[in-house]
Structures are given as structure tokens and as C-alpha cells.
């Protein structure tokens, strides 16, 4: 990734051209989509949603696209997940494959369950 001295989403974004841009638009969309109530920010020199805490990150690379869903999302049951690398809070979109989309989806609708239920303790 390159160091980002970027303030917003969109600037973010912009700093990437054809493929991986486009990528990262899309992945922004499924988040915004799948949480409309979250907000966007960058954290750790990526974007970020947030809602009662941090929700996803995600970021591109040389090779790849991180995607952060903290460990919960990473350890999560869905069907797909196991073909990509991943650690423990971290899953790897290599730009050679297409980009999951619907894991995406599955994974942030999963955060934003456990984020709302936060508020309810």
C-alpha cells in the first residue's frame, strides 16, 4: 500500500487508477449498502466504517486488497471465506481473482449486528 496522507474515503480512493480503483469503489459500496447506518472515516492511513466502533477497514496493496473485519468477521461461517488467505483479524482479495463481493456483504452485515448489539450492554 502506498502511504496515504489522505483525509477522506474519496481522496483515498483517487489515489489509485483502473482496476484497483474501481475495486475499492466497489467495496465501499457493498460496505455502504450492507451498513448504511455506519459512518466513513480513514483510521490507520485506511478507510474505515465505524459504528459504535470500528466496523471495516480495507486497503490496496501491490498485490492485493486487505480487507479488516476484525477477528469475528475473519472467523465467521461463510461459505467461500476459506479460499482466501487469511490471519486473525485480516483476508487477502488477491488482484489476480475476482473480488467476493457477496463475502463482503455476509461479513459486514454479520459487524454490523455485533456493533449494534454493543450499544444494547
Do not use: W
Not at 46 to 73: C, D, E, R, W
Not at 85 to 108: A, C, L, N
Amino acid at each position: 500500500m502506498m502511504k496515504s496522507n489522505a483525509q477522506t474515503i474519496d481522496a483515498y480512493i483517487h489515489t489509485f487508477d483502473g482496476d484497483i480503483k474501481e475495486r475499492l469503489m466497489n467495496i465501499r459500496q457493498v460496505i455502504k449498502d450492507s451498513s448504511p447506518q455506519a459512518t466513513e472515516k480513514i483510521s490507520y492511513q485506511m478507510p474505515t466504517f465505524y459504528l459504535n466502533g470500528n466496523l471495516v477497514h480495507f486497503g490496496a496493496f501491490k498485490n492485493h486488497i486487505g480487507f479488516y473485519p476484525t477477528p469475528s468477521g475473519v472467523s465467521a461461517n461463510i461459505e467461500g471465506l476459506d479460499h482466501y488467505q487469511r490471519s486473525k483479524g485480516s483476508i487477502i482479495f488477491p488482484h489476480s481473482k475476482p473480488i467476493p463481493y457477496d463475502i463482503i456483504k455476509k461479513i459486514v452485515e454479520l459487524r454490523t449486528i455485533e456493533n449494534l448489539n454493543k450499544r444494547k450492554k
